[in-house]
């Protein structure tokens, strides 16, 4: 089956395979448009069954040759989710960036693997994901695509939206980044010209030797704020350090994890001598790295790749908080399902990098949206999506 038939056999509301139908309901102010509700899943033994999972690889086109300081690429593998529950469905997706240590092949290995027809009620959320956690000790992009379908599934059920259910107020989203890889220093002008109408706030890749040139082209194009992630690449820490003050003398308000995420004792140094924040993003991946990096960090970004999914993220964002720490949310390279489950816990955080999909030509739906560079959040129930 193609991918987008693969997808849209809910929306049509077809049988074949076993597939169920979405739940497409749409919240508008205070009226709700009434969910189209398909006939239940039937398991094989012909009576209703439970959760239906299926899932089928996928592969992202990235508009650019994307760098940093470790690697290049131009496409991105996935995994698009589905859980089918009484006529409902929701979404979820596993992105795999090369760094993440994962593959299409072992995400569908895990998938495979997870039993969630035995599960007959979704909204048991915690016994439901600490069973897909107990699988294994790592592959937590297959773990988040189905935290990510879940919360769409229950959410649809509900007919709301994540944020409201975790009661933020959408208003308060934060401007999200626009992504500047490195390139030449005519890649870094076109791109910049392409982006710098439609945000309000940029992040450039740095951590090799043409950092300030980095810059300096994309301050011929824009005065814009801009945020920078050295993605572990710098070396010497007084070197970082000094290059910080230079960065903030040139319209930097961020720096995201600058050196290797092992040498906890030259980041703690560089964040206690910093003057702009400095995030945790490599060394920070599940709740429980929290503790071990307090202090050497002014935040943490939260990444639902990384850290197994919503459910997680969410916890994650109030123990920081409960720490004194900031907070931003991150995605990998995604399509607008991932996005728009991160989007969810935007209105909670400092700084939002929630870009994923608009780097890529080849997405699937349409979910957050970005406005004068502002995420703007939905009602529609879920995460907030519509297939394309």
């Known amino acids: 089956m193609k991918r987008r038939d693969f997808l849209k056999t809910a929306a049509l509301g077809t049988m074949a395979a076993g597939a169920a139908g979405i739940g497409g309901g749409v919240l508008t102010g205070c009226a709700a448009q009434k969910q189209v509700k398909q006939a239940p899943y039937i398991n094989k033994a012909g009576k209703v069954g439970g959760i239906k999972l299926s899932f089928e690889p996928y592969e992202l086109q990235l508009r650019h040759t994307f760098t940093v300081s470790s690697y ?3 496409t991105t593998p996935d995994v698009q989710v589905r859980l089918d529950y009484e006529g409902f469905t929701g979404y979820g997706e596993a992105s795999m960036p090369p760094y993440l240590g994962q593959s299409t092949e072992t995400v569908c290995r895990f998938l495979q693997k997870t039993d969630m027809e035995q599960f007959r009620d979704p909204f048991r959320l915690e016994e439901i994901l600490a069973y897909v956690d107990s699988l294994s000790p790592g592959d937590s992009a297959a773990k988040a695509a189905i935290d990510i379908a879940l919360h769409d599934l229950v959410g649809k059920l509900i007919g709301q939206p994540w944020w409201r259910l975790w009661g933020l107020d959408p208003a308060k989203a934060p401007d999200t980044t626009f992504t500047i890889g490195i390139d030449t220093p005519e890649i870094v002008r076109q791109k910049t010209r392409e982006c710098a109408d439609r945000f309000n706030i940029l992040k450039v890749k740095v951590g090799l030797e043409n950092d300030k040139e980095m810059i300096r082209t994309i301050r011929e194009v824009t005065d814009l704020p801009l945020a920078v992630d050295a993605n572990q690449g710098w070396k010497d820490r007084e070197k970082a350090l000094e290059e910080i003050f230079w960065l903030k003398e040139n319209g930097v308000v961020m720096v995201e994890q600058p050196m290797a995420k092992e040498r906890i004792d030259d980041n703690a140094w560089i964040t206690e001598r910093s003057p702009l924040p400095v995030f945790a993003d490599e060394a920070i991946q599940r709740l429980a790295d929290i503790p071990s990096i307090k202090g050497a960090y002014h935040g943490i970004n939260i990444k639902l790749m990384k850290c197994t999914g919503m459910r997680e993220a969410w916890k994650m964002v109030n123990y920081a908080r409960a720490e004194g720490m900031k907070v931003m949310v991150g995605c990998m390279t995604e399509t607008s399902c991932a996005v728009s489950a991160a ?16 780097l890529i030509t080849n997405d699937l739906y349409k979910g957050m949206e970005v406005i004068d560079g502002k995420i703007t959040l939905s009602n529609t129930p879920g995460i907030g999506l519509t297939l394309l």
């Open 343 to 358: 989007a969810q816990l935007s209105p909670a955080v400092d700084f939002a990098d929630l870009d994923g999909n608009l």
């Open 72 to 74: 290049s690429r131009k």
